[in-house]
């Protein structure tokens, strides 16, 4: 499988400060993308890198990958109440995302 | 900005019931997905369709599954006779070209509880 696994799977933090999370999948990929979802809600497109990028930003988002480690990486910069969602990373082939099990991402004011 | 959306948000049947979710992608995409989302774990691939043709399906996508584009802007999906382990969020998403090369939009998600 593809999948994506995140790490860690919880996070706390406090408002203002960065948030780091990882995700490690086993075979190769034409691109990476970050999705975030609100409790019970859709998913929320943030970032995609495709396989020969190595760094993408958008706001305060950073977004790293590695194709050597098969890892990739989502930095979440002044962190705000409203970041507090469950964050996906999800490996795509022609067809299909395959998805990681995410990391939940509390914010305390 | 467009959206994909879906209906109904919340549809509660009973086992061995036929139900159909609806989504209408964003107008200008020509490839079409259904995930899943049992609550609590991972979102997971039903299908894809692009050209009016089932690309690639997963395990989960058997015979009580079908897909469909009735129209030009509707698409479908059917579960024949409905089981209790159905039950869960079903998201709809639309990219303008491949999963492999571009970002694929999802909907809000239609909740599908089977009784």
């Known amino acids: 499988s593809q999948q994506g696994e995140e790490d860690p799977q919880a996070l706390s933090i406090q408002e203002g400060e960065n948030a780091t999370m990882n995700c490690s999948y086993k075979t190769s990929i034409n691109n990476l993308q970050w999705y975030r979802q609100n409790s019970g809600r859709g998913l929320v497109h943030l970032i995609l890198i495709r396989s020969n990028e190595r760094e993408k930003h958008s706001g305060r988002l950073r977004v790293t990958l590695d194709t050597s480690k098969k890892s990739s990486s989502l930095l979440i910069t002044a962190s705000r109440a409203a970041d507090t969602a469950s964050y996906f990373c999800a490996t795509a082939n022609d067809y299909k995302l395959s998805f990681g099990a995410g990391t939940t991402v509390t914010v305390r004011a | 900005e467009p959206e994909v959306t879906q209906t109904p948000s919340h549809q509660v049947t009973q086992m061995g019931q036929e139900v159909i979710l609806r989504c209408v992608p964003i107008?200008?995409?020509?490839?079409f997905y259904w995930y899943r989302q049992i609550l609590g774990q991972k979102v997971e691939f039903l299908v894809s369709?692009?050209?009016?043709?089932?690309?690639?399906k997963s395990e989960i996508f058997d015979d009580q599954f079908s897909v469909e584009r009735p129209d030009g802007s509707n698409f479908t999906l059917k579960i024949r006779s409905t089981k209790l382990e159905d039950s869960a969020m079903y998201f709809c998403?639309?990219?303008?070209?491949?999963?492999?090369?571009?970002?694929?939009?999802f909907g809000p998600g239609t909740r599908l509880t089977v009784l």
């Open positions: 998403a639309s990219s303008e070209q491949g999963a492999s090369t571009d970002t694929q939009y």
């Open positions: 107008s200008n995409h020509l490839y």
């Open positions: 369709f692009y050209n009016n043709e089932i690309s690639e």
